[in-house]
């Protein structure tokens, strides 16, 4: 069985980033299923070295060979730019060599992640390589992060005006930071928050599941799910054991 396990970053750099992860397949995996967070994340293994993976509007899925590990640090959405030096739009559904972006910054730790003793170390090094920013979140990443908070259940023109934005200006802005626009990083967000409180229940109850996690009704949470996997809520949640949790 794979082996997949996240850690947090710590307090500071909880503003910024969400965890460091690892996954450990163990035997092959013919299909590995990544689905839309809302996140960028800086993703390491022997073969590819250090990657960026931009924000995803649709599922992915891999194949990984017997014993293939890798490591990252995911980013909350909207606070990748400035650890990256682009914008996160420039790789919306796409990666990046991160040797490319940051050259100066990525030999030593490239040699510290192929000499660490396991994937988990390799893991902590990533976290630790990350320094906090000097500044904190400005306006826009605060309000891209209140709509983190709400899991997408926020009004969008309110979100725009304590950035001391109109909503056209927020759109543009939050697509530059985050790689998607308000309104589809909002339906990224209650996605993923309909993924959790699923994979929590006891039970697998549609109605109340889509209530819970902010959709006005059934046939709105069923279109999110077939448009971000190609799949209703029931195939995709009834068997989570190939994918990285959302």
Known sequence: MPVYCEQSPGVALSRWVECGWFLDTGESIREHSVRPDGCVDVVYDREHGLRVIGAMTVEQRFQFPRGYSTAGVRFHPGMARAFLGLSPAELTDGSAQLGDLRPRHVQALQQRLDDAKSIRDAMRAMLASVAVPASTPDPVQQAIDALRLANGNADLDELAGQANLSPRQFRRRCLEESGLTPKHLARVLRFRHACRI?????????????????????????????????????????????????
Do not use: K
């Open 198 to 246: 699923a994979r929590s229940a006891a039970r697998l109850d549609w109605p109340a599941i889509a209530l819970d996690a902010g959709y006005c009704d059934q046939s709105h949470f069923i279109r999110d799910f077939r448009e971000f996997t190609g799949q209703t809520p029931m195939s995709v949640l009834s068997n989570t054991a190939d994918s990285v949790p959302a």
